[in-house]
C-alpha cells in the first residue's frame, strides 16, 4: 500500500460515526453476546418465524404457479361451472 493513500477517507468515516450516533445502535449490544440476553432469544425467534412464513409463502405460490402453468387450474374452473349449471338445472327442475 502506497503511502498516499487513504484507506478511509476522513469525511466518509465522520458522517458514517455520526449516522451511528444518530441512530442509537448499540455497539456493544452487536459485539458482545451478554450484552442483551434477554432481547437477542425473541428477536432470533421472530426472524426464525419470519422465515419459515416466507418458505410456506415461496411454497405455495410455486404450487400455485405450478398449477397455472398446467392448466390444471383452468381445468377446475371448467369443472365447477359445469357443477354450477347442474345445480341450477336441478334447482329450476324443483320450483317448476
Known sequence: ???KST???LHDTLRDLALLRASSVDLS???SE???PSQAPREVE???ESTIQSYAF???ARTALRMHNSGEA???ATRIETVQEELVDVLR???D
Open 1 to 3: 500500500m502506497t503511502s
Open 7 to 9: 484507506p478511509l477517507p
Open 29 to 31: 449490544g452487536l459485539i
Open 34 to 36: 451478554d450484552a442483551a
Open 46 to 48: 421472530g426472524v426464525e
Open 58 to 60: 415461496v411454497r405455495e
Open 74 to 76: 383452468q381445468k377446475q
Open 93 to 95: 327442475s324443483l320450483s
